[in-house]
């Protein structure tokens, strides 16, 4: 279906430009760093019957700064 072209020539004078709109919702520069240092971090997992057992080399952190939580 074509597009009326007075709707289109409205959309563009309102709307914002893809590229802006990418910048507008773009993660923050401390996500992005975050995400990448979580992946990269090496994890042993250690699987029991009722539990699992997460061994993490996180240096800089306290045992209060860590919070688990369980999610179904």
């Keep these: 279906m074509a597009m009326d072209p007075l709707l289109s020539t409205v959309q563009q004078l309102f709307g914002v430009p893809d590229e802006m709109e990418k910048l507008l919702n773009a993660p923050a520069r401390s996500y992005v760093r975050d995400t990448k240092a979580m992946a990269s971090t090496p ?30």
């Design 43 to 72: 994890v042993d997992v250690k699987e029991y019957p009722n539990s699992y057992v997460f061994i993490i080399d996180m240096p800089g952190l306290k045992f209060n700064d860590i919070e688990v939580s369980h999610c179904a």
